[in-house]
């Protein structure tokens, strides 16, 4: 029975985010930043480089697009002052344009506002939240990680989260992929088959923008032309921690600034939560 004495050995494996911050996932190099006001022929380099056309020059500077990203590190190694790895995975946002670094102004206001829409559209879903997830194009990469969530280290269940085999019963629905021109119909009748409230993920780079492969002939650029998006996880793939993120962002148990702590009631009601699963 080595499965027991390892079980012993190594003890709770369980995170427990968001009760806690995560060292592993805080650890995670799950984004990029652009330097405020960043210009020169090294970030035109970095832009020409990109293979998405994720960074914008503007007259006040570069802007980084990171529903565009897909962390493939180019602009990192040409233009190495002016764009990085940063840690973190708390990169979800409730609006489009908030992906887009730095933040213009106004962007505030807008998702102030998205989040107090959200909350009052969820306020219901308080003792259990279920999942519907459809992939519309995927390349299998954020499949992978949404799997992980139901394994013993981020063991979702504990939130009260699970997944559903029909939309009937679902609560949220989680997209994967650039939105093909196949899944668009069975995607929209999946989300028209959900009772409401209900709450869309649009989860990876691909579901949010369309990726490498937006915009052409098989597919649109995101998901958001077929479903309402409320929330953009970014990443290619996302990480677990990333998807969890965007899954409690969407119910409401925590803040959507990259590195945002849980904090105030939205605390107090994922430790509510984590003690009515357990
Ligand atoms: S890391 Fe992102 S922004 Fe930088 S070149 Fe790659 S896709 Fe473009």
């Known amino acids: 029975m080595p499965w027991v004495t390892r079980g012993l050995r190594e003890g709770i494996v369980t995170t427990r985010y968001p009760r806690r911050s995560d060292g592993y996932g805080a650890s995670f190099e799950g984004h990029v930043v652009c330097a405020s006001g960043a210009t020169g022929d090294e970030v035109e380099a970095a ?3 990109c293979p998405t056309g994720a ?3 503007e007259a006040a500077g570069a802007r ?5 990203c897909i962390l493939c590190g180019r602009c990192c190694d040409i233009a190495p002052r002016s764009f990085h790895f940063e840690p973190g995975f708390e990169t979800a946002a409730l609006r489009r344009r908030a992906l887009v670094v730095p933040a213009g102004e ?3 206001k807008t998702i102030t506002e998205a989040r107090e829409q959200l909350r009052e559209r969820v306020k219901g879903l308080r003792r259990s939240v279920h999942l519907r997830h459809v992939d519309a194009g995927s390349d299998g990469s954020e499949e992978w990680e949404i799997a992980a969530l139901t394994g013993p280290i981020y063991d979702i269940h504990r939130l009260g989260v699970f997944f559903s085999a029909s939309p009937r019963h679902a609560d ?3 997209v994967t992929g650039a939105g093909t021109a196949g899944m668009q119909a069975s995607l929209r009748l999946t989300y028209e088959a959900m009772p409401s409230p209900k709450v869309v993920i649009a989860v990876g780079t691909d579901a949010v923008s369309g990726g490498l492969v937006g915009g052409t002939y098989a597919s649109g650029q995101g998901v958001a032309g077929t479903v309402p998006v409320d929330v953009f996880v970014p990443g290619s793939p996302p990480s677990p921690f990333g998807i969890l993120h965007g899954i409690l962002l969407a119910v409401g148990l ?3 600034a990259p590195g945002g702590a849980v904090s105030g009631p939205s605390r107090d009601q994922a430790e509510e939560r984590e003690g009515m699963a357990s």
């Open 254 to 256: 925590v803040g959507e």
């Open 106 to 108: 106004g962007d505030d």
């Open 64 to 68: 980084l697009d990171r529903g565009s």
């Open 55 to 57: 960074i914008a020059l």
């Open 47 to 49: 832009a020409a480089a």
């Open 172 to 174: 949220v629905l989680l």
